[in-house]
């Protein structure tokens, strides 16, 4: 038998949500709101979720309970838009076996069997396309990123693989001969523990600015890392903002000064906040409505990448006021390209007083929720020493990292989390500064025992003390992962660690979800590159570009993988109701695959291709084409 949405509910629970709350709930309940819809003879009830009174009340339950524990017939049921049929059904529901087939009915998935059994949804109307065995999965959702940042990085220099700083600096050069004098250059995406010449690595395993600074006399330059947390630059860009190797560096901050006291170029952490604030203010000073243009610009094509890759969901972990008063406008005019779930990562002192107007779940058709506050780093990234440990590096016995931002302003953020309702999603990468996160949510959670299923959340967890593997259960914290960094962090995490200290701490994603916690996956564009099967390959093999592998024991199963990429994810966004999984009333965003992930070789995997994106019950990309109304 097909599984087929379930369209009633109990008469005193539909009563009970009528009269606590209005009409509001049906905007947050598409499967009520169409067969509302779909009851009503009047065509103008269709907008039942903005009515606002109740003398509606009687008249609307008595549909709604009108067609339950009866068949429901052709003309209260309308016929699927959408069947995919010779299919490799995935549904990732327990409830909800796999199949071949599946229907959609407008923007929800209608039911689930076999192509006969849904044949009784088939109309004249109705798209039918046989998918000849593909795998159809869940859309995926990227469990962690930063999304106009990824918009904005496909339109700069990537230094993703470049394999030495002569190269960088020759890509520099190129740009500054077609830039005008004075602009800023702009790149992203290097890491020195990549490069496979190391001849340019002159002072604590990093390049210094003389080359780069000799090639680009004429023009301020901008380099970021690749894990965001560090910038180098160029002497124009120090001369630009008055930095130099006797700077004394802002808090949670380091500029690299060589042996002779001179700035080498490298800023970690706070220290690049003065040079990003001068190219920020440099592009603000461009003609009115072109930084909105551009922006506009990235929202579209970080949609559109990410549609590439099977993703319908993206959770930005990092967003302003402004950005999102500009995606709000999109997603009312339908332009934004994939559902979006962000969070602010602004300073107490100015989200005091403005989260009540900001939060929005569901918002724009289900394409904007905004009810979480993140990613406010506490610590920095591995790579450049900046995540905070509580015993030194292993490769700098001098240094433990960095507080990037204070103790002092999380907990501020934390009290507002709970005043204006809204989920805590904090960076914690180091052990220190992952203990120091959980002290601060227990706090709170101590303050407020009224308050269940908070779901905050630790984004990136890749150095955990043991002893915190069982409070983070206890407390009902989600460690927020991403797969692909054990992978492309692997190569040298030892070093940073040591082999003791990384066997025991290092990247325990599997342990996490052993231990009971919600498995979660990402791979945190732009820091890593945007693709959701080199993420789940990476978490079932933890296999290194050199065939070795990383933390071995520390492997997702094949399942658990799929699991995090799609309802482990949708439930760290408090979204297991509408995504997550194939279920019959839930939205129908779907990814159709190649190959079976669950099934192909290891060896293969990475040549699962995304062939088909569906998104709201609308086809959105197709072998390699993205498509628009």
Same mark, same amino acid.
């Given at each position: ?145 930063? *999304? ?102 802002? /808090? ?213 003390? /043991? ?11 989600? /460690? ?84 995090? *990429? ?64």
């Amino acid at each position: 038998m097909p599984v087929i949405a379930d369209r009633c509910l109990d008469e005193r629970d539909v009563l009970a949500r009528t009269f606590t709350r209005g009409f509001d709930w049906l905007r947050e309940d598409p499967v009520m709101r169409r067969e509302l819809a779909a009851r009503l003879s009047n065509s103008e009830t269709r907008t039942i979720g903005y009515m606002s009174t109740l003398r509606f009340l009687l008249p609307v339950t008595l549909l709604l309970l009108s067609g339950c524990g009866r068949p429901t017939s052709q003309e209260t049921f309308p016929v699927a838009d959408l069947l995919l049929v010779n299919a490799d059904v995935v549904t990732v529901d327990p409830d909800v076996p796999d199949s071949d087939a599946v229907a959609i009915d407008g923007e929800l998935i209608l039911a689930v069997g076999t192509a006969e059994e849904l044949s009784t949804y088939r109309g004249e109307d109705t798209e039918v396309i046989d998918l000849g065995g593909r795998m159809v999965i869940p859309g995926f959702i990227e469990g962690h990123g930063h *999304y106009t940042s990824f918009g904005g990085s496909l339109l700069i220099l990537d230094f993703r693989y470049a394999e030495s700083f002569a190269e960088i600096v020759s890509m520099v050069a190129d740009a500054a001969a077609e830039t005008p004098a004075g602009e800023w250059i702009v790149g992203r995406g290097w890491h020195q523990d990549k490069w496979a010449t190391k001849e340019d690595l002159l002072f604590e395993g990093l390049p210094v600015h003389d080359s780069l600074s000799e090639a680009t006399p004429d023009h301020p330059v901008m380099l970021i890392h690749t894990s965001g947390h560090a910038v180098f630059v160029n002497e124009r860009a120090m001369d630009l903002v008055e930095v130099d190797g006797s700077t004394t560096p802002p /808090p949670g901050g380091e500029i690299v000064v060589d042996s002779d006291g001179r700035a080498t170029g490298m800023m970690r952490e706070a220290a690049q906040d003065v040079f990003r604030t001068a190219y920020s203010g440099h592009q603000g000073r461009r003609p009115a409505g072109v930084a909105e243009a551009e922006l506009r610009r990235m929202i579209t094509l970080a949609g559109e990448e990410s549609l590439r890759h099977g993703i319908t969901s993206f959770q930005d972990l990092g967003t302003t006021f402004a950005e999102v008063d500009l995606i709000k406008t999109m997603a009312e005019e339908g332009n934004l390209p994939v559902r979006l779930f962000m969070a602010f990562e602004e300073q107490a002192s100015e989200m005091e007083g403005r989260l009540d107007d900001y939060r929005m779940v569901g918002y724009g058709n289900n394409f904007l929720t905004v009810r979480t506050i993140g990613e406010k780093v506490l610590d920095g990234a591995l790579g450049t020493h900046g995540g905070w440990l509580l015993e030194p590096y292993s490769d700098r016995p001098d240094s433990y990292g960095l507080n990037v931002v204070s103790v002092e302003e999380i907990v501020k953020s934390a009290e507002l989390a709970m005043k204006y309702d809204y989920q805590m999603a904090i960076q914690a990468i180091g052990d220190r500064a992952y203990r120091e996160l959980l002290n601060i949510y227990e706090a709170e959670f101590e303050k407020h025992p009224d308050k269940t299923d908070l779901r905050w959340r630790i984004e990136h967890a890749q150095v955990i003390h /043991p002893d915190d593997v069982a409070r983070t259960v206890e407390l009902g914290v989600i /460690p927020a992962v991403q797969g692909i960094f054990a992978c492309s962090d692997g190569p040298w995490v030892v070093d940073r660690l040591g082999e003791e200290r990384t066997r025991e701490r290092g990247y325990i994603f599997n342990t996490l979800a052993e231990a009971g916690l919600v498995p979660t996956n990402g791979t945190d564009p732009p820091v890593d590159e945007i693709s959701p099967i080199g993420s789940f390959h990476c978490s079932v093999t933890r296999e290194l570009p050199d065939g070795t592998l990383f933390q071995a024991q520390e492997v997702y199963s094949r399942e658990r993988a799929l699991y995090s *990429y799609t309802m482990g994810n949708a439930i760290a966004a408090f979204e297991e109701d509408i995504k997550g999984s194939i279920t019959p009333g839930k939205l129908a965003d779907l990814a159709v695959l190649s190959q079976n992930l669950l099934t192909v070789s290891d060896d293969d995997l990475m040549n699962t291709e995304v062939t088909m994106t569906i998104l709201g019950g609308k086809i959105r990309y197709r072998d390699g084409e993205i498509l628009r109304d």
